[in-house]
């Protein structure tokens, strides 16, 4: 095996914060927060710095990549390995550019959120200097609001309240009893009350289960203790028939040794049934934003929203009746790759892992 010495290198980190992790760009510290947010059709966000800090001889070290390794005791674990991108680190410019950015406009049931990224160091791998921010004010400008930050979420109350910075939980999840010596306690739909699948009276807690399981006993004795124990009325209705109408879905797939995680079966205006219920890219990956998966068209199946309450501000599609050949190579890379196409005037439009255009 042959190595030899390119540099040295300084790792930062902000304490319970992560790092970007492009692969072979600089591991700049990100400061990431979800915020509650009134309905509205965007977000400008302003940001006041209040005290900067220039370092010198400061060389932060490039994202590695991470690649499954066997371990000792025959598990697979994801290891680090060195990755460096030439061309980023001999840029005589100010990395990554800018300072503070919002995503992933989206919704956590019905509180709208969206995630603010505050990038604290800015460096300069030329000349190795950073600029180091500790203090700043971000206010954010809510276009054509309606109704109030804050909206009820039942009993992912408590939940939203540890995943959102300005929301004030009142305590509310599926452990606390509501219904204890109440003379109401809350009812449970299902046969006759449910008229072609459709929910005549709002409910509290909707149980969403295949045909199969729409008399399991199991199922009834857990509307049974929502409506005793949290004094919620729930209703229980199947998977194939919602509001009377057929849901679509699509099955997603991981495949070994991508960087994308697209994983689970997404269920058209309930969203993820397996392993995805939160806005966070965790399972589930929209491979524009690394949000959640959106939308999707092909001539086929034609437009799918997931979440129409969230519009589709872009699609991604699959086109049956393209027939132009590409290849990339070589896949994985480093410093350079090579994409052919068998048409002549083939245009290639690269995005970085933060959906920007490169």
Request: aromatic share 12%; charged share 15%.
């Amino acid at each position: 095996m042959f190595s030899t010495v390119i540099d040295t290198f300084n790792r930062v980190q902000v304490t319970g914060h992560t790092r970007m992790d492009s692969v072979g760009y600089p591991e700049i510290p990100i400061i990431s927060y979800l915020v509650a947010i009134p309905t509205c059709d965007s977000v400008i966000m302003n940001i006041e710095l209040f005290d900067s800090i220039k370092y010198s001889n400061v060389n932060i070290y490039s994202a590695p990549e991470l690649i499954p390794d066997t371990t000792v005791e025959g598990n697979i674990a994801l290891i680090e390995q060195f990755a460096y991108n030439c061309t980023v680190y001999e840029t005589d410019a100010w990395f990554p550019g800018t300072v503070a950015e919002t995503i992933d406009k989206g919704a956590i049931r019905a509180q709208d959120v969206i995630r603010v990224l505050f990038y604290p160091i800015q460096f300069n791998p030329v000349k190795k200097e950073i600029w180091a921010y500790s203090q700043a004010k971000v206010t954010l400008t809510f276009m054509n609001a309606s109704g109030s930050i804050q909206k009820n979420v039942g009993i992912f109350n408590e939940v939203v309240g540890n995943t959102l910075i300005n929301y004030n939980s009142n305590g509310l999840n599926a452990s606390v009893s509501c219904g204890a010596g109440l003379t109401d306690t809350g009812f449970v739909y299902r046969d006759s009350l449910l008229v072609g699948q459709k929910i005549g009276n709002k409910c509290d807690y909707l149980i969403v289960t295949p045909d199969e399981f729409f008399y399991n006993e199991d199922i009834l004795n857990l509307a049974i203790h929502r409506s005793g124990f949290n004094g919620f009325d729930v209703a229980i209705i199947t998977t194939s028939t919602i509001n009377g109408s057929l849901l679509r879905y699509i099955d997603l797939n991981y495949i070994e040794g991508s960087y994308w995680i697209l994983e689970g079966r997404i269920v058209e205006r309930i969203g993820n049934t397996t392993v995805y219920m939160l806005p966070e890219p965790v399972y589930v990956i929209d491979i524009y934003e690394g949000g959640p998966f959106r939308c999707y068209y092909d001539d086929s199946f034609g437009l799918y929203n997931p979440t129409p309450t969230i519009p589709c501000d872009y699609t991604t599609n699959i086109n049956s009746e393209l027939s132009m050949s590409l290849q990339v190579f070589p896949n994985p890379f480093n410093d350079f790759m090579t994409v052919a196409c068998s048409e002549s005037n083939c245009l290639t439009v690269i995005y970085d892992t933060r959906g920007l255009l490169r």
